[in-house]
């Protein structure tokens, strides 16, 4: 089974950057599309990027042009940096499958805020 571990994000600063990163043991790696979400208190978990065994990707319209998700299948891992911030609540962000319901995502993740 893949294990997934998340890291970077923190506090940033309006109109600065931020990274989050995500590695993966697992022999499967490269044959699932991956994504990220985030979620922060009181709200439900969304979607903001995924990426597809083929390269090709998808955001979510809050996120377009300024993050770019990305995959490194040799490495195993999923990187996502984050420019162009825009003040926002603490958000717990989480790596998955991107066929993994969201609603089954648990656990501590990175944390991303954005202050202004």
């Known amino acids: 089974q893949a294990q997934l571990v998340e890291s970077g994000g923190g506090l940033g600063q309006a109109g600065g950057s931020l990274r989050l990163s995500c590695a993966a043991s697992?022999?499967?790696?490269?044959?699932?599309?991956m994504g990220w979400s985030r979620q922060a208190p009181g709200k439900q978990r969304e979607l903001v990027a995924y990426i597809n065994t083929d390269g090709s990707t998808k955001y979510a319209d809050s996120v377009t042009g300024r993050f770019t998700i990305s995959r490194d299948n040799a490495k195993n891992t999923v990187p996502l940096p984050m420019t162009h911030l825009t003040p926002a609540a603490p958000a717990v962000y989480r790596c998955a499958p991107r066929s993994r319901p969201l609603g089954a995502l648990w656990g501590p993740g990175p944390q991303v805020t954005v202050s202004s």
């Open positions: 697992g022999r499967f790696f490269s044959f699932n599309a």
